[in-house]
């Protein structure tokens, strides 16, 4: 039975305990559809609070539709519903970004919103073991490292996936045999998105050609890099602690002997390490930022400096390594 399937998931990953007070993305799709019935019935079991937030991204004409079947939902039953519209075409033009991170911004700051005005401490959201793989065979299209394979998390934080070991199928007859009638979002047939091309076009390719076991194929590769990936983290903590000679708040420094000492997967790490403990996070950091720094300190070459970007000098000076930011 799906809802005994998605509590074990719940339990496996510690996504839900009892007395939560959590936020759920709503579109009135499937999934979301799938995630709220499936809460709801929980809500007693756990004393939990739910809330529901829905975005309308004013795209699609049918997109009052979907904001009127979710809002007649939540009135029936007598669940507190918060919906915003924003013109996301108008957001995207404006901050020139492509349109499916401009939806995903304003979804997410809603969430965040939301969770502060409830007082929540979780936001629920219905991705589900399909989008785990389309998210896998994207970010492996894009050449992403180790971590791009890992997929979708079931908790990132304050974010919770209980639909994420749930097959698209599953849902669907899950939503056919609870009669509960979601909505459909056109969009998803629209075939220019990278993703849509993956959904709907490379993943049945696969299914009928070449394994129709894909999906749970590519969700064992995601635990088999999950466990690799934790793996290496914990040898970079370690590695962390022997090279570390200073952190400040706007500079670290690490011990280049030592350093030079690693193996280079982990000198990759700790490069990335030492920036984000710098700069707060590692964007727009790449592969060959990464690669130009390690020659650097393996050259061991003193006073030479290199700037990824106009936020972080990394260097060598009285043969230390030092990370530290511009001001």
Do not use: W
């Amino acid at each position: 039975m799906l809802e005994e399937k998605v509590e074990k998931t719940i339990t496996k990953y510690h996504l839900i305990e009892k007395n939560d007070s959590i936020v759920i993305g709503v579109s009135g799709g499937p999934d979301s559809m799938t995630l709220l019935f499936i809460l709801l019935k929980l809500k007693e079991k756990y004393n939990l609070k739910i809330y529901v937030a829905h975005i309308n991204h004013m795209i699609r004409e049918n997109a009052q539709k979907d904001e009127q079947y979710v809002k007649e939902f939540c009135n029936r039953n007598n669940i507190q519903l918060f919906i915003k519209r924003e013109d996301v075409i108008l957001k995207s033009k404006k901050e020139k970004k492509g349109l499916e991170e401009a939806g995903r911004e304003v979804r997410y700051d809603f969430f965040e919103e939301v969770l502060k005005e409830t007082k929540s401490n979780k936001i629920a959201i219905a991705h589900n073991l399909n989008d785990k793989a389309e998210t896998i065979i994207m970010n492996a299209i894009r050449g992403s490292g180790l971590s791009g394979l890992r997929g979708i998390e079931p908790k990132r934080g304050k974010y919770v996936r209980p639909l994420i070991e749930i097959d698209r199928k599953e849902i669907e007859k899950y939503c056919e045999d609870n009669k509960i009638n979601p909505r459909h979002d056109e969009s998803n047939d629209d075939n220019n998105y990278t993703r849509n091309k993956i959904r709907n076009i490379a993943i049945p390719y696969i299914q009928k050609e070449l394994n129709s076991n894909i999906i749970n194929n590519l969700n064992r590769l995601s635990e088999i890099v999950k466990e690799n990936e934790e793996y290496i983290e914990k040898e970079t903590n370690k590695a962390f602690q022997e090279i570390l000679i200073c952190q400040k708040e706007n500079k670290i420094e690490y011990n280049i002997q030592k350093f030079n000492q690693k193996e280079k997967i982990i000198q990759k790490k700790l490069v990335l390490k030492g920036i984000e403990k710098t700069l707060g996070n590692c964007q727009g950091i790449e592969k060959i930022n990464i690669e130009d720094i390690i020659k650097l300190f393996n050259n061991n070459i003193g006073n030479k400096f290199l700037m990824p970007n106009k936020k972080i000098k990394i260097g060598i000076k009285n043969k230390k390594i030092y990370f530290e930011k511009v001001i």
